[in-house]
């Protein structure tokens, strides 16, 4: 009778002498080829090594005979995009701002680049998705302090506000009227904008800063105390306060007044396709005139 | 417990097999699955279905850089994924309902390795000779022209095998007729290169060489379907009781000295997995039943009645050896076990079909902008901005318009739109920028979150879909 090889007392190499629950484990060998592929990975092991950077030194690594480097891979591919970028960006430069959504191509790249731009200058005062917070503009809202047009943020944007590095910024400033005004007056003051802007206050204080807002504050704010974008004067009557509309945040802007400073984009060095490319992003973010 | 005399062996050289040729109802069936599933893997790129100018018209085609596959009428996109993780599921609970009914099935008949292995085999027969031939040449030491020529020109029709197999496997993933144009021209893109080059080596190799190295050291298969095997699964057994003690019967003995088995060899001699069915149950058997015709042929020629290799259930052998009569297969086919594995598997069937009839060939869904929460506008009222993706799995353009339904009034605008209608190129994803207002006084501007819902209508043919989402407020 030929040999089972599955009893126990023919098999060639017995077991490991391993068992669980009954069961046991054939001391059977490798198949070879599965050796052979082992000497493989080992071979091909020395052969990566050789040819790419491997081992650790000091200063770096081993460079490999390829030269091959995941920087310079980075920088290639920058390199590749800058390129492939660069016919869009000439055509978003020429193209007047106002026509550029009428290209959706145009528009899309320029919505993309704004997005990338904002999130690395703008985002760590203006807040992602121009959330805005206080002292720092919201730009999703329909209340623009200089201009909500495309072409009024692209100037704030390349000019900044209030910046000392750029001849062409826009420059407004409001009186500290701590320095020259009675507790009173102000008092009265805050009341009378209260009341214009829809909140409950006394009505015999704001009488008297109606007046006193007249002598003093209509020059910018307006007679009405809807502000004035060519100086960045916030309209008072709204809903919208860049640094809080209730009594006491009041008083402190009146008394010791505000100075919001924005940067100059142009002269930080951001380039015009950027710097189009962002206000873009910014006048479709929800709140753009 | 291991008392072996030499000290083990680390390392062992495949024992080459030299299957032989076998004629029966069970080769015929797999020339025939060999035949159909070689086909359909071959021609199925090449089937052409029009759905228009705007989309590919190969029929089954899975279009990577777009994220699409197509399927004659059905187009599935990236989040259907669903379907395809459903079918994935079919085909497990498919493979679970076969092993435990018919055991290893699978591995004998459909499965790739078995079928191209076979159809290695049979070139190798046709230019090395049948068993016997391939041996001899196979033990022959001298190198001389004959063996060289043999070699050669089975190793060339191998790779041919294996070049088309590669190449077929690229044809489904870009337009056929183009993609074989871009090769014979030598401009295809590397990645069909290299898929084809990768393709090629492993048929080749596998096919070739590997063969049943590949079941028995790198398929996970075999040892998990091991599990779903009980023993009521009709697999390829030797009848034991019948064929002992085997051996050819002398002059001089009585007939009943000696079982129906002569030791012919002939299960062992056609087994592409080298084994011996009699010694039952083994990993290595793919239950391929070539070893039922080889001895069947046998047991016509000497008079004895078929099946003393035949498909049984493990249960029956230990019924028919107490002398009982054996179940029927039907009974072992339809028990408890499989019937749970047909109803699962029907039901996700049935469930895939639903949705796919149900699904519309538009699509909204909604999400919320999260940053900021809310917006108060110059006159207080509050707005909430959302991302809307509108899906149009249409071959044409069409427009849509947008509408918030709740329950006091909400303005819907639309960034970049002044009507508040959209335009969604054929078979595209839109994401567009929606903002909803309510005024300063409502109550969704009070609350901390109210429910919206927001309706697409299709323009053209009125066809509406809608996705639910919140309103977030100042509270």
């Given at each position: 009778m030929a040999a089972n090889k599955h009893d126990k007392e023919d098999h060639e190499y017995g077991t490991t002498g391993h068992e669980w629950d009954g069961i046991q484990e054939w001391n059977n060998p490798l198949p070879r080829w599965w050796l052979w592929s082992f000497y493989l990975c080992i071979i091909w092991g020395i052969g990566y090594v050789i040819a790419y950077p491997a081992w650790p030194l000091i200063n770096g690594a081993t460079p490999g005979l390829l030269g091959y480097s995941?920087?310079?891979?980075?920088?290639?591919?920058?390199?590749?995009?800058?390129?492939?970028?660069?016919?869009?960006?000439?055509?978003?430069?020429?193209?007047?701002?106002?026509?550029?959504?009428?290209?959706?191509?145009?528009?899309?790249?320029?919505?993309?680049?704004?997005?990338?731009?904002?999130?690395?200058?703008?985002?760590q005062c203006h807040?992602?998705?121009?959330?805005?917070?206080?002292?720092?503009?919201?730009?999703?809202?329909?209340?623009?302090?200089?201009?909500?047009?495309?072409?009024?943020?692209?100037?704030?944007?390349?000019?900044?506000?209030?910046?000392?590095?750029?001849?062409?910024?826009?420059?407004?400033?409001?009186?500290?009227?701590?320095?020259?005004?009675?507790?009173?007056?102000?008092?009265?003051?805050?009341?009378?904008?209260?009341?214009?802007?829809?909140?409950?206050?006394?009505t015999t204080l704001a009488e008297t800063g109606s007046q006193l807002f007249y002598d003093n504050c209509a020059a910018c704010h307006g007679d009405a105390g809807t502000g004035d974008i060519f100086q960045g004067a916030p309209d008072l009557t709204d809903r919208i306060w860049l640094f809080g509309g209730d009594e006491a945040a009041l008083t402190e802007t009146i008394t010791n007044a505000r100075f919001g400073v924005m940067p100059s984009w142009s002269a930080r060095g951001m380039s015009e396709a950027d710097i189009r490319a962002v206000s873009l992003y910014v006048h479709q973010l929800g709140g753009g005139e | 417990m291991s008392d072996s005399q030499q000290a083990p062996q680390l390392y062992a050289a495949r024992e080459p097999i030299?299957?032989?040729?076998?004629?029966?109802?069970?080769?015929?069936?797999?020339?025939?699955?060999?035949?159909?599933?070689?086909?359909?893997?071959?021609?199925?790129?090449?089937?052409?279905?029009?759905?228009?100018?705007?989309?590919?018209?190969?029929?089954?085609?899975?279009?990577?850089?777009?994220?699409?596959?197509?399927?004659?009428?059905?187009?599935?996109?990236?989040?259907?994924?669903?379907?395809?993780?459903?079918?994935?599921?079919?085909?497990?609970?498919?493979?679970f309902l076969f092993t435990s009914a018919l055991g290893r099935?699978?591995?004998?008949?459909?499965?790739?390795?078995?079928?191209?292995?076979?159809?290695?085999?049979?070139v190798e027969r046709w230019i090395e000779g049948d068993r016997n031939a391939r041996l001899r040449l196979q033990r022959q030491k001298k190198w001389d022209l004959r063996k060289l020529r043999l070699r050669v020109t089975k190793w060339l029709t191998w790779l041919l095998i294996a070049v088309s197999t590669g190449g077929a496997w690229v044809f489904y993933f870009t337009d056929a007729p183009q993609l074989a144009v871009d090769l014979l021209t030598f401009n295809a893109h590397p990645v069909a290169w290299s898929t084809i080059l990768v393709m090629t080596a492993t048929t080749f190799i596998f096919g070739g060489f590997m063969r049943e190295q590949v079941c028995n050291y790198m398929c996970p298969w075999p040892r998990i379907q091991a599990a779903m095997m009980d023993t009521d699964t009709l697999t390829v057994a030797y009848r034991h009781w019948r064929g002992e003690p085997r051996g050819k019967l002398r002059?001089?003995?009585?007939?009943?000295?000696?079982?129906?088995?002569?030791?012919?060899?002939?299960?062992?001699?056609?087994?592409?997995?080298?084994?011996?069915?009699?010694?039952?149950?083994?990993?290595?058997?793919?239950?391929?039943?070539?070893?039922?015709?080889?001895?069947?042929?046998?047991?016509?020629?000497?008079?004895?009645?078929?099946?003393?290799?035949?498909?049984?259930?493990?249960?029956?052998?230990?019924?028919?050896?107490?002398?009982?009569?054996?179940?029927?297969?039907?009974?072992?086919?339809?028990?408890?076990?499989?019937?749970?594995?047909?109803?699962?598997?029907?039901?996700?069937?049935?469930?895939?079909?639903?949705?796919?009839?149900?699904?519309?060939?538009?699509?909204?869904?909604?999400?919320?902008?999260r940053s900021p929460v809310y917006i108060t506008m110059a006159d207080g009222s509050i707005r909430n901005a959302y991302d809307v993706r509108l899906r149009n799995?249409?071959?044409?353009?069409?427009?849509?318009?947008?509408?918030?339904?709740?329950?006091?009034?909400?303005?819907?605008?639309?960034?970049?739109?002044?009507?508040?209608?959209?335009?969604?190129?054929?078979?595209?994803?839109?994401?567009?920028?929606?903002?909803?207002?309510?005024?300063e006084d409502a109550d969704a501007a009070s609350a901390a979150l109210t429910d919206m819902?927001?309706?697409?209508?299709?323009?053209?043919?009125?066809d509406r879909a809608h996705a639910d989402t919140v309103f977030n407020g100042r509270g």
């Open positions: 995941t920087r310079a891979e980075v920088a290639e591919e920058i390199e590749r995009f800058d390129v492939a970028n660069a016919p869009m960006e000439a055509l978003l430069n020429e193209t007047p701002l106002a026509d550029v959504e009428q290209n959706p191509e145009l528009n899309d790249f320029a919505k993309n680049a704004g997005q990338a731009v904002y999130n690395t200058w703008c985002v807040q992602a998705g121009g959330a805005g917070a206080k002292g720092y503009p919201v730009l999703v809202d329909n209340d623009w302090l200089w201009g909500g047009t495309i072409d009024d943020i692209y100037l704030t944007v390349n000019h900044g506000i209030r910046t000392e590095d750029d001849m062409d910024t826009r420059y407004s400033q409001m009186p500290a009227y701590g320095d020259f005004m009675s507790d009173e007056e102000i008092s009265s003051l805050v009341a009378y904008v209260q009341t214009i802007s829809g909140q409950d206050a006394d | 030299f299957p032989k040729r076998v004629y029966g109802r069970f080769r015929n069936l797999k020339w025939l699955i060999m035949i159909v599933t070689l086909g359909i893997y071959y021609i199925t790129p090449w089937l052409r279905w029009d759905r228009g100018a705007e989309l590919p018209d190969q029929a089954v085609l899975i279009d990577l850089a777009s994220r699409r596959f197509y399927f004659f009428w059905i187009e599935i996109w990236p989040y259907e994924f669903y379907f395809i993780g459903g079918l994935l599921i079919m085909a497990g609970l498919g493979l099935v699978w591995c004998g008949y459909t499965c790739p390795q078995t079928v191209w292995v076979d159809l290695f085999i049979l002059k001089n003995e009585a007939p009943d000295t000696k079982g129906d088995c002569i030791d012919c060899m002939a299960c062992v001699n056609v087994c592409p997995a080298g084994i011996d069915i009699r010694d039952g149950q083994q990993m290595e058997c793919i239950t391929c039943a070539l070893c039922i015709d080889a001895c069947d042929e046998i047991m016509d020629k000497i008079g004895k009645p078929r099946g003393l290799i035949a498909y049984m259930a493990l249960k029956d052998e230990v019924s028919e050896t107490a002398g009982e009569t054996p179940v029927s297969p039907w009974k072992h086919i339809f028990r408890l076990r499989t019937m749970i594995y047909t109803g699962l598997w029907s039901l996700i069937g049935v469930g895939l079909m639903f949705m796919l009839f149900i699904r519309s060939d538009i699509d909204i869904s909604v999400a919320p902008v799995k249409h071959g044409e353009e069409r427009s849509f318009s947008l509408l918030a339904n709740a329950d006091e009034a909400v303005l819907l605008e639309v960034e970049g739109s002044d009507d508040g209608t959209v335009t969604v190129a054929a078979d595209e994803l839109r994401t567009i920028r929606v903002y909803l207002t309510v005024g819902r927001i309706w697409i209508t299709d323009e053209g043919n009125g």
